[in-house]
Structure formats: structure tokens, C-alpha cells
């Protein structure tokens, strides 16, 4: 199987994206996982394809393979990327999209600078829709990892997200508390996990290891829920600027019930071609 794709990123959060309209493509977790390799394949974070929408409503549906080959709900950088994408394919003239994920509908906006801008919905609080194990909803919960008890807030944007805050996001255990909450028993689908320092009510910065992974330049639902935990603490106001080592975006939430709106650039590398 040839298969056309292009590769792109978000924040250096990057992605192999691949046209399933004008070509025919089967993916199995064996392919996806050779077009994520960065030494036999393509190499990328994660895998997205375009495919023509189930739902009447939307433009298209937006399919995300992890590297390891698993299919997941939701992915904020790639959204962005998404929007560019179909545009320079020409399979949409559209600025205004609206695209069918695993876990619902997105508003994906061009604007003039070369930003896109994603109305994320909703965040989910709730722990058994998270999926979280928890008595009740609260604002933060313990969690033992080994004997040792750490704050957390969980949230879903489409995708479960485990938020810790530190005082120094370059010294955080990401590569070794973050593997041990990814996978936590409570997390009963896993978990993605931010590390999340607050330098004002308008600006954090953020290093997230996200599951199925590991950690990566820049996660846009991580950012997404980072901000919707801190601002359920009261430590941000309703517009962030989150720093990630790949770049900045901008998130805005005004409050419970109300939409997640990130912020941020979409940067197409180079066109291929790779033999499955």
C-alpha cells in the first residue's frame, strides 16, 4: 500500500497526516506503529487521518492513533493541524469547520495570522465519565503512587487528564512519576499527566506526559485541562498564556459549563509517500 501523506506539527508536538478521502487506507496497529517509528517509518507523535464524516453535521471526521498504535479520543494540536491540512489538500475552502471526533464534535476556526483556533467544548468533571475512581467530583483528589500521596486534579477534554502542580516544571518527575500515573489503577482507560507550574493569574508552563507516548513538545488538551484545574483552584483568571517546550498557547475559559478555547499555530514540514 503507497499512501501519501503530510507531515506536520503543533508546538513540535508532530503528526503524519493522511488523506483517507482521496485514497484508500487501512490502518492496523502495525502500520500505524511503523509510520510513527523515527528510525524505520515516517516518525511522529501521532498518527491522524481525515475520513468523510458519519455524522450529516459535521465537514469530516478526525481519527488519532497514538504511536503505539492505540486509537484515542481526542488531540488539541492536531486539531489545529487538522484545519490546515484539509485546507492546503483542498478537500475544504472552508475557514469554519466542524469535525466528528471519538468524543463528539470540534469547532476548528482559520484565523488570519496563520493561528487556528479550537472550541475544545466542554471539559467533563465528572469522575466516572472521566473515567476516574472517586467517591465525588472535588476541585483536587490524593493519589498514592507507591506509598507516596500526590495532588492531583482530573479532567477530560474527550481524554482523561491527571494535573499536578510543582514549583519548577524543568526539575519535575516527569519521566518517573508520570509513567506511574499514566497507568494508575484508578486511570481505568490511562491517563495523560501534566506537570504544571503557575507563574501569574495569565501564565503557566507546562510539561505533559501523555499516554501512550510519553512526554512530548506540547499537548493541547494538557494545556486545555491544566488551565481548567488551575482555574477550579483559583489560581489563574479566565485567558492563559501556557508555555510547553515546543511554544505557547493561548487557552480561555470563563467557567463550569462553559467551552475550552485554545489558541495556537499549525506548521506543515514536508509531502510524502512511504510503502506499507
Known amino acids: 500500500?503507497?499512501?501519501?501523506f503530510s507531515k506536520m506539527h503543533g508546538l513540535g508536538n508532530d503528526f503524519v497526516m493522511l488523506?483517507?478521502?482521496?485514497?484508500r487506507i487501512k490502518l492496523s496497529p502495525e502500520k500505524i506503529r511503523r509510520l510513527?517509528?523515527?528510525?524505520?517509518?515516517?516518525?511522529?507523535?501521532?498518527?491522524?487521518?481525515?475520513?468523510?464524516?458519519?455524522n450529516p453535521d459535521a465537514d469530516f471526521?478526525?481519527?488519532?492513533?497514538?504511536?503505539?498504535?492505540?486509537e484515542v479520543e481526542n488531540c488539541g494540536n492536531g486539531a489545529r493541524c487538522f484545519a490546515r491540512f484539509v485546507r492546503e489538500r483542498r478537500l475544504t475552502g472552508k475557514k469554519q469547520l466542524l469535525v466528528e471526533t471519538a468524543a463528539g464534535m470540534l469547532e476548528l476556526n482559520m484565523l488570519d495570522n496563520d493561528q487556528v483556533s479550537v472550541d475544545m467544548g466542554a471539559p467533563i468533571l465528572e469522575p466516572e465519565q472521566i473515567p476516574f475512581a472517586a467517591d465525588r467530583r472535588a476541585e483536587t483528589y490524593p493519589l498514592d503512587v507507591d506509598g507516596e500521596v500526590f495532588t492531583i486534579g482530573a479532567v477530560s477534554m474527550g481524554n482523561p487528564h491527571a494535573v499536578l502542580l510543582v514549583d519548577d516544571v524543568d526539575?519535575?518527575?516527569v519521566h518517573t512519576i508520570g509513567p506511574k500515573i499514566e497507568s494508575h489503577e484508578r486511570f481505568p482507560q490511562r491517563v495523560n499527566v501534566g506537570f504544571l507550574q503557575i507563574e501569574s493569574r495569565d501564565r503557566a508552563r507546562l510539561r505533559v506526559f501523555e499516554r501512550g507516548v510519553g512526554e512530548?513538545?506540547?499537548?493541547?488538551?494538557?494545556?486545555c485541562a491544566a488551565m481548567v484545574s488551575a482555574r477550579?483552584?483559583?489560581?489563574?483568571?479566565?485567558?492563559v498564556e501556557i508555555e510547553l517546550p515546543g511554544g505557547t498557547l493561548t487557552i480561555h475559559w470563563s467557567g463550569p459549563g462553559q467551552p475550552v478555547t485554545m489558541t495556537g499555530p499549525a506548521t506543515t514540514v514536508y509531502h510524502g509517500q512511504i510503502i506499507l
Open 1 to 4: 500500500m503507497r499512501v501519501k
Open 61 to 70: 471526521r478526525y481519527r488519532i492513533f497514538n504511536a503505539d498504535g492505540g
Open 216 to 223: 512530548t513538545r506540547a499537548c493541547g488538551t494538557g494545556a
Open 171 to 173: 526539575s519535575a518527575p
Open 232 to 239: 477550579l483552584r483559583d489560581l489563574v483568571d479566565d485567558s
Open 19 to 23: 488523506d483517507g478521502i482521496t485514497q
Open 36 to 54: 510513527a517509528d523515527r528510525h524505520l517509518g515516517v516518525g511522529c507523535d501521532q498518527v491522524l487521518l481525515v475520513e468523510s464524516p458519519r
